[in-house]
């Protein structure tokens, strides 16, 4: 982000109260940031508090007063032409409408009309959860999308109304990763556009007899995030998955699998020819060596199992990879386990694992949110914060581009 010029507009919505954090995040990074403020997001935070983290006068009023010298008297055009970027956070409903029919009334929608063409806008919607999902609102986020603008869908939780729902406007700290990663795309576009990615996700089912099978709590959430993610990158994802109840991310090929040796087969076909080959799948490690055809009776006291193992396929493809391809896993554990994932790092070749633990209620299976800890080959480890699978997913990607541009890339084992 250093050296990049970000317009930060803020509309009248109480997470405007987030926004100086916002803007210390981003001048930390390098950014140079300035400020349109709505009147209505002025009642919201002080313009004293933005001028003063970012440095710069705010910028407010459309006309500047006639009679002060060295005024530049057409701002509203010179801003929106000196940015990189423009971020609208918090973007309210009446924002939103205004942006969309191309209003031009205040600095902050001068700035998005006078926007140079492909600079980056992103959006970031956040208001009361019905009012979000009203078909108004919805309608004026959908006419921005197709004008190319970045819209970030606001999360779910608590709402100033005190009700719970989708609305939230992000922590500051994921705002700046995503401009981040679209200042980073604009520039050079991302290294996974045109190039094939593989996902497994969600649990496998192994067969005990016709009515049972030994499988695991994944919902397949963090494996559809990622391909998701990747499609939204330009890539060409097919995702393999056990048995979901998720839809497929739109543009995404999707092979529906049941248990781990399908899951394999489904695979195999994909290991010579795709970029990065990611496991989210719970595959589970073993099978009942032979699965009763029809229902097993309980005619005794006790019964016995014999399970063998099945194929691992991340360490499989692993071993095979070509230079250039990469590998990434998933390590999760229910305790401390991140010496684990290292270990596994090595064992299974792979470029990048994420580790992350289990407890049913943050993160892990199930949810949909995740606390990632990244280690790459490089042995560089990045711990990310709690957030939505959907942004973490977005971070995970981050972190594969840059690999994918970094020269080791090419140096990896070949076996
Ligand atoms: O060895 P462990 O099961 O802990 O490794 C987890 C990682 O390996 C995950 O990325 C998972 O998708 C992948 N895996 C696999 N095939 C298996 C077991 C795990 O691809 N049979």
């Not at 210390?24 to 933005?50: H, Q």
């Not at 309608?139 to 609305?167: K, M, V, Y």
């Not at 063998?308 to 095979?320: K, S």
Request: net charge neutral; proline share 6%.
């Amino acid at each position: 982000m250093k050296g990049k010029r970000i317009i930060l507009g803020v509309s009248g919505g109480i997470a405007a109260y987030k926004t100086p954090q916002l803007v210390r995040l981003l001048k930390k990074a390098g950014a140079d940031v300035r400020i349109a403020l709505t009147a209505s997001g002025s009642r919201f935070v002080s313009e004293l508090a933005l001028a003063t983290v970012s440095g710069e006068s705010v910028c407010r009023e459309m006309f500047p007063p006639a009679d002060q010298p060295g005024t530049d008297f057409t701002r509203h055009i010179s801003l929106g032409e000196w940015a990189d970027a423009l971020v609208i956070a918090p973007a309210t409903a009446n924002t939103l409408a205004r942006l969309a029919v191309g209003m031009c009334d205040d600095m902050l929608s001068a700035c998005f009309i006078t926007l140079r063409p492909h600079k980056p806008v992103l959006i970031f919607p956040a208001m009361d959860g019905q009012m979000y999902r009203s078909p108004a609102v919805q309608r004026n986020i959908a006419t921005l999308a197709a004008q190319g603008c970045t819209i970030i869908e606001p999360e779910t939780g608590d709402l100033a109304s005190g009700q719970c729902g989708t609305g939230r406007m992000p922590e500051p700290e994921i705002i700046a990763g995503r401009i981040g990663a679209a200042l980073q795309k604009s520039a050079t576009g991302s290294p996974l556009s045109g190039r094939t990615v593989v996902v497994t996700a969600g649990p496998t089912r192994e067969k005990i007899d016709g009515v049972r099978f030994i499988s695991n709590y994944s919902s397949g959430k963090m494996g559809f995030a990622l391909a998701e993610a990747a499609r939204e990158r330009g890539a060409e994802v097919t995702l393999i998955t056990g048995p979901v109840n998720l839809e497929t991310p739109g543009g995404v090929e999707r092979l529906d699998v049941e248990n781990a040796c399908e899951m394999y087969e489904a695979a195999k076909p994909f290991y010579s020819t795709c970029a990065v080959f990611i496991a989210a799948a719970a595959v589970a490690d073993y099978r009942p060596e032979t699965p009763h055809e029809g229902k097993l009776k309980k005619n005794s006291p006790e019964m016995q199992l014999k399970l063998v193992r099945n194929p691992d396929i991340l360490a499989d493809f692993g071993a095979r990879k070509r230079p250039g391809q990469l590998a990434v896993g998933f390590a999760l554990e229910t305790g401390e386990g991140i010496a684990y994932a290292r270990c596994k790092l090595q064992e299974k070749n792979l470029d990048l694992v994420a580790f992350n633990t289990f407890d049913r209620k943050t993160s892990g299976f199930e949810v949909d949110t995740n606390a990632l800890t990244l280690i790459d080959r490089n042995h560089m480890e990045t711990v990310l914060p709690l957030m939505p699978k959907k942004e973490a997913a977005r971070r995970l990607l981050d972190h594969v581009e840059l690999l994918m541009g970094d020269p080791a890339a090419n140096m990896t084992t070949e076996k």
